[in-house]
């Protein structure tokens, strides 16, 4: 009797387990499967998960940083210098001997650089820069409203045919009972043999529709799930979408200059021709002088142990001109333009 008892309860367990594994294999991801979606909340998943936003985010924030770079080349720049030299022996090369067989010397020197004129070079680059972070915000803004447009489009389409199903499935129907009828008619002799057939052609024909609604509609969810970044076979239960109130029929012109206004490709545009007119006008600037000014501040020593610091102060005005390369910059000028 003990010994049944166990039998019984291993028995009890296995089947308590199998049942266990059954749900949360089978059971569990069916009944967790069927979410709830509105249109907003289709919208605001894509618009989190995917990747081209996120690379478009990416590419404002570097566009935004060679912006920064490039303003700081229009502000003077410090720099600092140090060098320490320890010679033994005779310098190699040197025809006057020296009597001393050891040398050391250091120096320190801190300059600043600020360009005066460069032909109009580093603003233009800079306007350039700025140019390029509106460009990238423009295209940021071109891929968003493609997205949401793409999730409207594929969460209508989904609607659109579960509705067409529905209407599939009725007519499937009512062609069921209408063979059933023509047969019975059939078989009773009211009904000639050829009216059962045509029924039966019209029967199959809605079958074969309701068959390529129901695999377009699966095409739609698939396409759907993609713009979401989910699993191509995730099931969702889409809310229908109370139409709007309707727009007040206004000038067509009223709508093109809206347009033109807003429109980010054609604002990304004309970004690009003010990209193009700043090349040109950086090409240009070689045909002016690059002028710097820099002042420094040195301090020496000859001998790095026993001699005191000598200091020397300069400034410098830096002047240089390309007068001739060959028709280069006159060759860039015509490329770029």
């Known amino acids: 009797m003990h010994s049944g008892s166990i039998i019984y309860l291993k028995m009890k367990k296995r089947e308590i387990l199998g049942f266990f594994l059954v749900y949360f294999l089978f059971l569990s991801p069916a009944l967790t499967a069927a979410e709830t979606l509105t249109l907003e909340k289709a919208i605001g998943e894509a618009r989190s998960k995917s990747l081209v936003l996120k690379q478009s985010g990416e590419?404002?924030?570097?566009?935004?940083?060679?912006?920064?770079?490039?303003?700081?080349?229009?502000?003077?720049?410090?720099?600092?210098?140090?060098?320490?030299?320890?010679?033994?022996?005779?310098?190699?090369?040197?025809?006057?001997?020296?009597?001393?067989?050891?040398?050391?010397?250091?120096?320190?020197?801190?300059?600043?650089?600020?360009?005066?004129?460069?032909?109009?070079?580093l603003l233009s680059q800079y306007q350039a820069a700025r140019l390029a972070v509106e460009f990238a915000r423009a295209y940021y803004d071109i891929v968003d409203l493609d997205l949401i447009l793409n999730v409207n489009n594929a969460y209508f389409n989904v609607l659109r045919l579960e509705k067409a199903i529905n209407v599939s499935r009725e007519l499937v129907e009512n062609r069921q009972r209408h063979s059933s009828e023509v047969e019975k008619r059939v078989k009773a002799?009211?009904?000639?043999?050829?009216?059962?057939?045509?029924?039966?052609?019209?029967?199959?024909?809605?079958?074969?529709?309701?068959?390529?609604?129901?695999?377009?509609?699966?095409?739609?969810?698939?396409?759907?799930?993609?713009?979401?970044?989910?699993?191509?076979?995730?099931?969702?239960?889409?809310?229908?979408?109370?139409?709007?109130?309707?727009?007040?029929?206004?000038?067509?012109?009223?709508?093109?200059?809206?347009?033109?206004?807003?429109?980010?490709?054609?604002?990304?545009?004309?970004?690009?021709?003010?990209?193009?007119?700043?090349?040109?006008?950086?090409?240009?600037?070689?045909?002016?002088?690059?002028?710097?000014?820099?002042?420094?501040?040195?301090?020496?020593?000859?001998?790095?142990?026993?001699?005191?610091w000598s200091r020397n102060d300069r400034v410098m005005l830096t002047v240089s001109y390309d007068i001739w390369n060959w028709g280069r910059i006159k060759n860039r000028v015509r490329n770029s333009e």
Do not use: C, W
């Not at 924030?61 to 033994?88: D, H, I, M, N």
């Not at 022996?89 to 040398?103: A, K, L, R």
């Open 59 to 121: 590419m404002v924030r570097a566009a935004e940083a060679g912006s920064a770079e490039q303003r700081t080349y229009l502000l003077p720049s410090f720099s600092f210098s140090g060098a320490y030299t320890y010679q033994k022996g005779q310098v190699f090369g040197s025809p006057i001997p020296s009597d001393d067989p050891e040398t050391d010397d250091s120096n320190l020197t801190l300059s600043v650089t600020q360009p005066i004129f460069t032909g109009g070079r």
């Open 189 to 308: 002799g009211v009904l000639p043999r050829v009216e059962q057939l045509k029924a039966e052609v019209e029967l199959a024909h809605s079958e074969d529709g309701l068959i390529s609604t129901e695999n377009e509609l699966k095409a739609a969810r698939s396409s759907l799930n993609r713009l979401l970044e989910r699993p191509l076979d995730t099931e969702t239960i889409l809310l229908d979408v109370v139409p709007e109130s309707r727009l007040k029929d206004e000038n067509l012109d009223r709508y093109y200059v809206e347009a033109q206004k807003n429109r980010p490709e054609l604002r990304a545009a004309e970004i690009r021709v003010g990209q193009t007119e700043k090349g040109r006008e950086i090409v240009k600037s070689g045909y002016f002088p690059q002028v710097y000014l820099q002042l420094a501040h040195q301090e020496f020593q000859d001998d790095a142990f026993d001699s005191d």
